[in-house]
């Protein structure tokens, strides 16, 4: 009986020790991804919110690539790459297949992004961050303006803004709107002993 309840509690988030743990691909990451999130943003960074975003991304491989051209452990593709290495002076030798630029382009873009974004509270616009990271600035700011018009909240993204379409392909549409979810709601959750999330676990 005991057991049972247990069981419910984990189900159900009250309990985040009982969350799943991350891959041991991840462990060998940790601190440089702790290390760098606080530099860029601060000791309150969401690194939690990182580490699902490169488990979304590419599973914690450094050699990863995909159909479309998106190259290393953050998926960057190549002119996002080399944009970077023009901004950054940190990233300039512009690699994504290595593990230590992947992780500072990845942080450094995602707080490009949430600069650049207004929301509702830090979750909402994490929410709308990863949208961005995904799919485009451009997108995002086009979702916004279209959700004003059928009277949404154009600062929240869950329910909200997620709900309309801009005019992007149903396939690129479903994984956009996924794309958050999972890595808020799902893998961040695995990566709380390494740091905050900037939304509260279901």
Request: aromatic share 12%.
């Amino acid at each position: 009986m005991r057991r049972k309840g247990l069981c419910v509690l984990c189900t159900l988030w009250v309990l985040p020790a009982c969350a799943a743990q991350p891959p041991r691909a991840a462990q060998a990451w940790r601190s440089e991804l702790i290390r760098t999130a606080r530099e860029i943003w601060g000791l309150n960074a969401p690194v939690a919110d990182f580490a699902g975003q490169f488990q979304q991304e590419s599973g914690w491989r450094p050699d990863a690539r995909s159909p479309v051209g998106a190259q290393g452990m953050a998926q960057f593709m190549p002119a996002t790459a080399r944009w970077m290495s023009e901004r950054y002076p940190q990233l300039r030798e512009n690699t994504p297949m290595n593990p230590g630029w992947a992780i500072r382009a990845l942080v450094q873009y995602d707080r490009y992004l949430w600069q650049n974004t207004a929301a509702q509270d830090d979750c909402q616009r994490m929410a709308f961050t990863l949208s961005a990271y995904n799919g485009g600035q451009g997108w995002v700011n086009r979702d916004k303006k279209l959700a004003t018009t059928k009277g949404l909240n154009a600062l929240i993204w869950f329910d909200q803004v997620e709900r309309v379409n801009a005019g992007r392909s149903k396939n690129n549409w479903r994984e956009n709107r996924d794309y958050p979810k999972k890595i808020l709601y799902q893998h961040a959750p695995q990566y709380l002993q390494w740091g905050t999330s900037s939304c509260t676990p279901l």
